[in-house]
Structures are given as C-alpha cells and as structure tokens.
C-alpha cells in the first residue's frame, strides 16, 4: 500500500480523494492545510479518508509520498524541505517553476536527500512525447491558449480589452512562455509543463487568446524536431468545484498515484 500526505484540501485535493477512496492500494494519511482552513478540511477529509489526519505542517512523520495540491506558495513551504528529508514528491503546480532559480532549488533539494520530485502533466498531454523528442532534438514548440473572454477577468487583459464586447478571437498575449507565466500566472501551468517537457521558458512559444466563440479552455501545441513533428488540440471541461481548474489535472494527479502504487504502470 502507497502511504500518501497531500497538501491542499481545495478542488483537485477533494476529487483526487473521491476517486481513490476505494482504492486499497492507495491510503492517505494526513492532509496539510493552514491552520485557518483546518476545521473546514476535518469535515471534507472524515467522509473521504476517515483515518487521515488533518495537520498544518507534516512534521516528523515519513510518508511514502508528498503530493501538492495545494498552490505556488507551498512549493517553498512544503516541497523542498520534505525533499531535503528524502521524501519523494509530486508537484502540481507547475507555473511556479517559473519563479528564477525554482527549479533548481528543487532539483538541489531533492539530490541532498536522495530522492525525486515528479512534476505533474495536470491539464495537458503528450509531455511523453515532447519529452521523448527533446532527447533527438527540438527545434520549435508552440502553445495556443484560447478561453471564453470571462475567463480573461482579474488579468491584464481585462486593463486592455473590451473583454465583454468582443465578437472575435482577440490575441491578448504572444511572447515567451517566461512572459506568459510572469503575465497570467494563473494561466501558467500548462505553457510550464510544456515549456519544462521541450525548449524552455524562453524558447517556448505562447499565444493567449479570448475567444467568444469557445465555451471550453481549448489549447493547442505544435511541435517540430528531429522526430518529425505533432500536433495536439485539447478542449479541456472545467472541474465542477472549480471552473478554473480543469477536471483533466485531478485525473492527471489520481493517474500518478496509480502508477506509484500499482503493479502495472503506464
């Protein structure tokens, strides 16, 4: 059995639970949450793994696994010190790595104590792929976001566009994934898992757009090397508890821990 402590109790942490609570190979043992959150996360946790503990930090214990779920800022707080430790770990929050010097705070934490951290495909596929060709040689890598102009509210868009008039597909964004992710740091987990999987922040290329024509969070890369080349278009649906997060990235998370803790893993 896979001993698991998650931190986060919000949207993905909840529909990890609810799909795994009648996998006996698979056994969570203590959700993380700040202490302002705790006596919320009791009462969602008792009903989904009864014999998790519900705790602020992971103290001394030694999970098998570490998993956040939880946001950026635990990255820092939880990640790397558990890393540190020998705890191996799981990231779902991939935008953050793009935060300078993230990623090899993390790689440096995780050779200190002997373990890995596995970063997350979350909302998008074929990182297997991209991964693969980036061992023969990448020469291009391009993202295309497009969102309902509502989902573009709360973002520097909103400052420079219309979003409740727009009758066509407007680009809001075209730069660097780097750009991206400092731009729209809520919209950054799939240009960084991508950009982490092939070329690099700097070298992966991200066009945002608000499309009124679009109900669903559509992306589409393009990718070209020495393998020859693909294309990928995904329209993600929005998690139910949370229409900012796709349902994709829970399924992503419960598919990780599967491959962790069953005989056969793909």
Known sequence: MLHVSMIGCGAIGVGVMEILKSDPEVAFDM??????????????????????RVVSRLGEERPDLLIECAGHQAIAEHIIPALERGIPCMVVSIGALSEPGLVDQ???????????????SGAIGAIDALAAAKVGGLESVVYTGRKPPQAWKDTPAEAAFDLDALKEPTIIFEGSAREAARLY???????????????GLDQTRVRLYADPGVSENVHYVEARGAFGGFELTM???????NPKTSALTVYSVVRALGNRAHALSI
């Open 31 to 52: 959700v993380v949450v700040p202490e302002a959150h705790m006596e919320r996360a009791r009462s969602t946790v008792s009903t989904l793994a009864p014999t998790a």
């Open 185 to 199: 740091p809520k919209n950054a987990n799939v240009a960084a898992t991508l950009s982490l999987a092939g070329l």
């Open 235 to 241: 329209r993600g649906k929005p998690l139910a508890a």
């Open 106 to 120: 993390l790689e440096a934490a995780a050779r200190a104590g002997k373990t890995q951290v596995q970063l997350l």
